[in-house]
């Protein structure tokens, strides 16, 4: 029997990105400004990110915070540079999360995570959701971020997948759909915000909770 794998995205499909964001942008500088400091935070990281793909995701997310607070004209607290690489430990995995990933690995799927992190950010993420994963990609080991292809280069190299039996999920449009699909990696898009589909993936669902149904009719054991 050869295996099956299931490869993730974490942050904003595992663990509540916009979730640990908002809440520092909100410490930090106030309830009004919160929402839309998050909303043009999602410009700021990525454009910070392929500045230089040698960043880690620390320097990442203290650049990008600096740079925010910068633009929008508002003061950063002297004691906080660090604020959201300093919380990214305590951010928490959607509800339905370690149930999903516990059914598939019952099932008999291998799971990987291929981040835009850091190793010991995303162990402290993967120990919050409490699942062993097989494989982990993070984009400081390898010096890229996605939407590059390095992510799924790297794992097909450590892991020797068959493309035909693996699966990507992921929330991400930009980061992880568009690419997947233009390598032809099948791809369920968890489309937790409601939005609308370019390109479009394998399958679409709102949440975790039937994914494990979902991989098995894609790909049956």
């Not at 916009?18 to 930090?28: A, W």
């Not at 410009?43 to 203290?62: G, I, K, S």
Request: hydrophobic letters at 45%.
């Amino acid at each position: 029997m050869v295996d099956r794998w299931a490869t993730f995205d974490c942050y904003g499909t595992l663990i509540d990105w916009n979730g640990g964001i908002g809440r520092e942008l909100e410490r930090l500088f106030g309830v009004a400004a919160a929402a839309r400091l998050l909303h043009r935070y999602h410009d700021v990281e990525p454009a910070v990110q392929a500045e230089n793909p040698t960043r880690t995701y620390r320097e990442v997310l203290d650049l990008a915070l600096a740079r925010l607070a910068a633009t929008e004209g508002l003061r950063l607290p002297a004691l906080e540079p660090d604020a959201l690489s300093r919380s990214l430990p305590g951010w928490t995995p959607f509800p339905e999360v370690p149930a999903a990933l516990g059914r598939l690995r019952a099932r008999g799927w291998r799971l990987a995570v291929l981040s835009n992190s850091d190793s010991d950010l995303l162990a402290a993420s993967l120990e919050q959701i409490g699942v062993t994963v097989e494989l982990t990609v993070v984009a400081s080991e390898i010096g890229s971020y996605k939407p590059a292809p390095a992510h799924w280069r790297v794992f097909a190299e450590r892991s020797n997948a068959n493309p035909r039996r693996q699966i990507h999920v992921a929330a991400s449009l930009f980061h992880d759909v568009a690419p997947a699909v233009a390598l032809g990696v099948p791809v369920v898009w968890i489309n937790r915000l409601g939005e609308e589909a370019a390109p479009v993936p394998t399958r679409e669902l709102h949440d975790l909770k039937r994914l494990p149904e979902t991989l098995d009719e894609l790909i049956p054991e």
